[in-house]
C-alpha cells in the first residue's frame, strides 16, 4: 500500500512539477522587460580614469535573476563602495543606495533619457554640513566606454560642482 501511495505522489509531482496543480505559472523572467536593461551598458569590469589618471576598478554585475546591478568600487586611493541599483516598476524610476567603506550613503532615484541615466538624491544637513543635492549621469559613449559625471550643489542653490568626471574602459 505505502508502495502505491508513493507511486501516486510521485507521478503528481512529475505531472504538475515544483507549482501546486492549477496554480498560475511564474513567469519565467520577470525582470526580462526592456526598462530593466536600460542600465546594461554599465555591465562589466572596468578601469576607471578621471583626467587622465587612475581613479579604481569598477565591477557592474547582474543579481538577482536581472532584477538589479550590483556595483563593486575600488579606488585607487584605497576607498571602496558599493550600490544596489534596480528598476522600480511601481514607480517607473531607476534607484540606486550607494554606501562605502566610511559609512557614507547616497539614496538616488531617475531616469533614462536621451542616451544617458541620470540619477539624483539630496543628503540631509547635519550638524556639520548643510544639506546637498547629488546628480550622477551616466553616459555610454563610443567604442564602449562610459562616463560618469557627478556633480553637487547645496539644496538651497543652483551652483553645480564637479565631484567627479570618470571614464570607464573595459578591463577584460
Excluded at 507521478?11 to 496554480?23: D, S, Y
Amino acid at each position: 500500500m505505502k508502495l502505491a501511495i508513493s507511486a501516486v505522489l510521485g507521478a503528481a509531482l512529475l505531472t504538475c512539477g515544483a507549482n501546486a496543480c492549477g496554480a498560475e505559472p511564474v513567469p519565467p523572467m520577470p525582470c526580462a522587460a526592456e526598462p530593466m536593461h536600460q542600465f546594461d551598458f554599465w555591465i562589466g569590469t572596468w578601469h576607471v580614469t578621471e583626467n587622465g589618471k587612475p581613479a579604481g576598478l569598477n565591477h557592474i554585475e547582474r543579481i538577482l535573476d536581472g532584477c538589479a546591478l550590483l556595483e563593486n568600487w575600488t579606488g585607487a586611493g584605497g576607498g571602496a563602495g558599493k550600490s544596489l541599483n534596480f528598476f522600480d516598476r511601481t514607480d517607473g524610476l531607476w534607484h540606486q543606495t550607494w554606501i562605502d567603506r566610511s559609512g557614507g550613503a547616497l539614496f538616488l532615484s531617475g531616469k533614462f533619457e536621451n542616451g544617458a541615466m541620470r540619477l539624483t538624491g539630496e543628503r540631509p544637513a547635519t550638524a556639520r554640513q548643510p544639506a546637498v543635492r547629488h546628480r550622477i549621469t551616466w553616459t555610454a559613449l563610443p567604442g564602449g566606454k562610459v562616463r560618469q559625471l557627478w556633480d553637487s550643489t547645496p539644496a538651497s542653490k543652483e551652483e553645480w560642482t564637479v565631484q567627479f568626471d570618470g571614464l570607464y574602459e573595459k578591463a577584460n
